[in-house]
């Protein structure tokens, strides 16, 4: 279900920028149809330093408007949509598999809902994401190669002393964990949020949503993982922890990649 309050203060400065700022940009409030606020300000997750989302669907619109704005001190960055856009997206995000329409249906706080539509369009996304979720279809002997040639380019980075090494390391840790999360069906996550996601259940059902029927993430990896994050400082340790993620990965595909010939 959704959520049912949030903050007063963080409430209260929605509603007077929805007055101030959105309103006049959609004409008349027969064009309203819902305005909901999401992520960290509704889930409990948020700090003053914290952006707060909201959404505005509506009747009649040319297009979708997004905008940014510091508002009494707080930064907002907002969607217009109009409501062809919104009901499309229950049927694209279902073929990327992303649970976003269905953490909506549960970690969102409406400030306004005409006839409980959207809360209802929310329900019938959320039922047909799980019903109808494709999962991807990539080449993942192709991505495990390809992870192979960046290990080795690691591992000379790393002799060499390179000082590119925290940005090669860091982005082929996240070609791991995003090969694995596909390969095992896991539900699409921003890498920026993994970390955490990984680490605390509460924000993993409030993120992802518990009512999303995707695997949970495999333990023994998310502990891999998580090494692999925590020692930024030596890179010693760093390289044995990232070989022993992707030793743990590499076990679940038959192709030897650096023995393979495979189609692309």
Known sequence: MPVEKIDKEVENILRSFV???IMPKILDKDNLLGIITYGSSATGYSSNNSDIDLLIVVNRADKTTRGVKIYQGRKIEYFIKPIEKFLSEGVNFSRQNCPSHVALEQNAYFLYDRGDFIANILKADATFYNENRQKLNENFDLKLVQIENR???LKNIY??????FYM???????????L??????EADIPFAKAYKIYTDKNYYDKYVSS???NPLPDRTFVKL???CVEEHIDREKMMINLNKLYEFEKQF???DPLDYEIDV
């Open 225 to 227: 993982y998580t090494s």
């Open 151 to 153: 290990m080795a380019s």
């Open 19 to 21: 007055k101030e700022h």
């Open 211 to 213: 009512h999303a029927k």
């Open 180 to 185: 694995h999360s596909k390969r095992n069906d």
């Open 168 to 178: 090669v390391y860091f982005n082929l840790l996240e070609m791991i964990r995003s």
């Open 253 to 255: 595909y038959k192709i």
């Open 159 to 164: 002799d060499r002393n390179g000082k590119e």
